[in-house]
């Protein structure tokens, strides 16, 4: 009998933004919302096990079949840690999966730093992060 080794090869062909804003999710979302004209909605929270405990994020999407493109807001934080641990200062994370051309990802930064309630916002690489797992959903 032979034997088969199968390989999983994990898809991060997404982009990433990281939002620092001290206010509620469903305030960003809605901020996000008039900004982008998109439109995120209130979703089950997103769960994931991690060092023996469940840990739960607030999650808001726009899953938009006419651009083809789809949009995620998750909370960075939680009562039990963060989602990205090496991104301790970021409290928000804004997943864009679709084509997305370079110049629209400059002018998607541009337009949410432009929100009055973030006080900045930038691109993450998925690759160099250590918890990049966390992000498959």
């Known amino acids: 009998m032979s034997k088969f080794n199968l390989e999983l090869e994990e898809d991060f062909d997404f982009f990433l933004v990281g939002i620092c ?17 998109i439109t995120l909605e209130k979703a089950a929270d997103l769960e ?10 607030s999650f808001n999407q726009d899953e938009d079949e006419s651009r083809a493109t789809d949009y995620y807001l998750i ?27 370079e110049e629209e990802e400059k002018s998607l930064i541009k337009t949410i730093n432009q929100s009055k309630n973030v006080l900045t916002s ?12 966390n992000l498959i959903f």
Do not use: P, T
Not at 24 to 31: C, G, H, I, P, Q
């Open 21 to 37: 804003s001290h206010i509620k999710d469903y305030r960003l979302s809605w901020e996000l919302n008039q900004a982008l004209d």
């Open 48 to 57: 994931i096990m991690a060092q023996g405990e469940c840990k739960s994020f």
């Open 75 to 101: 909370s960075n934080k939680s009562a039990h840690g963060y989602l990205l641990a090496e991104e301790k200062k970021c409290d928000f994370l804004l997943i864009v999966k679709g084509f997305i051309s």
């Open 122 to 133: 930038y691109v993450i690489e998925v690759d160099n992060l250590k918890s990049k797992h």
